[in-house]
């Protein structure tokens, strides 16, 4: 059975500006055994060229098709739940850019929705305008929940913690869309044209990357090379099908989903006959 990969990055291609090693070589072997696949990144600020060139000056050589990102997701959703919509935007070009792409114009006052995304420049001025916008009825999405964004110096606050500051004014609790939303995971399958039982999910976090794919009946590797270790996964309810050191261990990926990975459950892709349905309840 054909199979394909929704890969997150930081933490499993590479450690703040380091590749982590093996990483270039399982995703030449990918390209090598035409395993389709796609990096998935809850960070909004970069664009999908700017990922492409970060991956491609650590010699992982990839196209733009193969970067997705929460801010594409988003804006996807906004443009499919009003066309031609209006936001307020707290965030970075990458957010910018793909709400742009999708029709969406950029406003200062009386917006459709807030759309909060990572920031390094936020100001206490755009919150209170981005408060006073939700209270007057636009409504607050959040290109991700992420507390907190790892840094080369330590940490800084993520686009949830921005969020959270909003949610706890205006009382009003945001729509999230990225991992592990089904919104992205579900989008991110559809970029690979792939059905569920054929999608891998393969990160290190176990509260977006494994969640979001045990939640949608993918198959999930997780990878202890980033923030999660063996001894934290006893505190969680769910776990992944397979745990690896580190991408070095799937270079002969075909090989490892055979021998190492559970059948996909064909069952997940059967599209539901409705008018069957709709008989048994009569």
């Known amino acids: 059975m054909q199979a394909g990969l929704l890969i997150d990055m930081d933490g499993v ?6 590749v982590v090693a093996g990483a270039e070589q399982f995703i030449q072997g990918l390209k090598d055994e035409e395993i389709p696949f796609i990096f998935l990144t809850n960070n909004s600020q970069r664009t999908r060229r700017d990922v492409q060139t970060k991956l491609q000056r650590m010699g992982i050589m990839v196209e733009e098709r193969h970067i997705f990102t929460c801010a594409m997701a988003t804006a996807r ?3 499919a739940k009003k066309p031609s919509g209006t936001a307020y935007v707290i965030g970075e070009g990458g957010l910018l850019q793909a709400l742009h792409r999708n029709g969406y114009s950029i406003v200062d006052h009386r917006p ?3 759309v909060v995304g990572e920031g390094r420049t936020v100001t206490l001025d755009a919150l209170e305008r981005a408060a006073n916008m939700i209270l007057n009825g636009a409504k607050l999405i ?5 507390p907190n964004c790892p840094t080369q110096s330590g940490t ?3 686009c949830g913690a921005t969020v959270a ?3 706890a ?3 009003i609790k945001a729509f999230s869309v990225g991992k592990p939303s089904p919104i992205m995971m579900r989008a991110a399958r559809k970029e690979l044209k792939l059905a569920t039982s054929q999608t891998v999910m393969l990160g290190d976090t176990m509260e977006t990357d494994i969640l ?3 939640q949608m009946g993918y198959r999930t590797i997780l990878t202890l090379t980033g923030s999660t270790s063996r001894d934290d996964l006893d505190h969680y309810a769910y776990g992944p099908d397979a745990i690896v050191e580190s991408v070095a261990e799937l270079c002969q990926a075909s090989k490892f989903f055979r021998e190492r990975l559970p059948q996909g459950n064909a069952e997940d892709d059967t599209v539901a006959n409705l008018e069957a349905w709709k008989a048994a309840q009569a």
């Open 165 to 167: 500051y909003l949610e």
């Open 212 to 214: 979001g794919g045990v």
């Open 77 to 79: 959703f906004l443009a």
């Open 13 to 18: 291609i590479y450690r703040g500006n380091e």
């Open 169 to 171: 004014v205006t009382g």
């Open 156 to 158: 800084r606050p993520g």
């Open 112 to 114: 459709d929705f807030v």
């Open 142 to 146: 959040a290109t991700n929940l992420d």
